[in-house]
């Protein structure tokens, strides 16, 4: 189930901000063993062709995610789900190798990661068919943006819902105001590293209490070699904000990180 609203996914733009090293404790580590970790059957990671840019609609099920559609928007005229077809196949490839890889790990529920938002059939932002987009302009077109949950623990299922307290005396801010006491920080690590294999994805945001947790788990599996050494160099892709800066990540992934792809 997607799980955004219009005023939280306003906040989402083309900016990225570097993010140097939290010297804050570790997050809580379960017992991984050593990296690698087991061989793994993976589907591509990098588009090779001629058609590459074409934008395709995503599979609504593959190895480790799955793509649950608005109603309303499940016709191919509809869905939201078009995506580049290069950014497909490393979301695709992603998803499996945290399937794969971190099957037996201990934290979280070990479900499938759930895909939100991503663009239209023409390559339009979510929403432009009913004159309703939920998206600013500059993001959501062409099939180069994609909403993804976080893996999470204490749930279910990994659909995308706030991971942390998001409302204070009954106020909605779009934001964790307290831990995110719902993340597996460690599976969403270890995807956020798979996805930055692929040198043309240009920012990964996420929020910005979540970013102290994800990037502890993310600097222990680049030590531990969970996460290729090409991807742990690329961590200052990961985006976020712990003030308004006026850069979008401060607001509206409290239930999302967003994943944008280089325009060329």
């Given at each position: ?138 993001t959501h077109v062409g099939g180069r943006d994609i909403d993804i949950a976080y893996f999470q623990r204490d749930t279910l299922d990994n ?77 200052n892709r990961i985006a976020f904000e712990t003030s308004d800066t006026g850069r979008g990540w401060f607001r509206g992934h409290h239930n999302h990180m967003h994943v944008s792809w280089w325009r060329h």
């Amino acid at each position: 189930m997607r799980y955004l609203l219009a005023i939280a996914a306003v906040a989402t733009i083309v900016a990225a901000i570097v993010v140097h090293r939290i010297p804050s404790p570790r997050a809580a580590r379960p017992s991984l063993g050593p990296g690698p970790g087991p061989a793994c059957a993976l589907p591509p990671r990098t588009c090779i062709g001629n058609d590459c840019d074409e934008i395709v609609e995503m599979p609504l099920a593959g190895p480790g995610y799955v793509d649950v559609q608005l109603e309303g928007e499940q016709t191919p005229d509809s869905s939201t789900s078009f995506l580049r077809r290069d950014l497909m196949t490393i979301v695709r490839y992603a998803a499996a190798k945290v399937e794969c890889k971190a099957r037996d790990w201990p934290s979280g529920n070990g479900g499938e990661i759930v895909l939100g938002d991503m663009s239209e059939r023409d390559g339009s932002r979510p929403g432009m068919h009913i004159g309703s987009p939920r998206h600013p302009e500059q993001t959501h077109v062409g099939g180069r943006d994609i909403d993804i949950a976080y893996f999470q623990r204490d749930t279910l299922d990994n659909q995308l819902r706030p991971i942390c307290r998001h409302q204070e005396h009954g106020v909605e801010l779009y934001r964790c105001i307290a831990p995110p006491t719902r993340l597996d920080a460690w599976r969403t690590a270890l995807f956020i590293g798979a996805l930055l294999e692929e040198t043309r994805v240009r920012v990964i945001g996420v929020d910005g209490t979540a970013a102290t947790p994800i990037l502890a788990a993310f600097d222990e599996l680049c030590e531990t070699a969970w996460i290729d050494k090409a991807a742990c160099n690329r961590r200052n892709r990961i985006a976020f904000e712990t003030s308004d800066t006026g850069r979008g990540w401060f607001r509206g992934h409290h239930n999302h990180m967003h994943v944008s792809w280089w325009r060329h």
